[in-house]
């Protein structure tokens, strides 16, 4: 039995749509620029409420639009740009974290965060630092990491559910005088 060119034509279409939105799934999946990845997603629903107005299920297709393709991206927008902030908390006095403004060179772990930070395109802030009240209130609420020495080790404490801390990690192999500590995201540094 042939289809008639129009449902055959129909039908085409909604293989081609299907095909697309697997392969936005993928590369939503894949891809690893925050931004790029709502961009993604947001075509990704705005295709699907394509295929359930195809399928003959407007109320589900607005729903989706408006959802899925508008508000669910404006909400990830908004939180990807207030990120963009690591901050460091740290009591130690010596030169680890020094930024090396005063003509001497860098501390090793002022160098490892600040090649972290580039790599995602955040700005480093150290804590304490000249500002020291906004440093007070910054690290009760929102460090990233918490760096202290032990034992003549240097310990770099973070969230255990940050992807940034997995690349720190890496970032760490070579270093056999600095660890890193996963904690709870229940834990802070008070």
Known sequence: MRLSPEKEASS???ILLLLIVAL??????VHTDLFNIVILYSIFSLLCATLYLVYMAPDVALAEAAIGSAFVPMIFIVA???????IVLSRLEDGFLS?????????RGYVILKALCRQYGLKLVLCPSGEEKACRILARSSADIFVYEEDGEYIMEGKGSSL???RLSHMLIDHEDISLVLTGDDENYD
């Open 24 to 29: 936005i799934a993928v590369a939503i999946v």
């Open 164 to 166: 940034i801390m997995e």
């Open 80 to 86: 990807i740009s207030k990120q963009r902030e690591f």
């Open 99 to 107: 930024a090396g403004s005063d003509g001497s060179r860098p501390g």
């Open 12 to 14: 085409m279409l909604d």
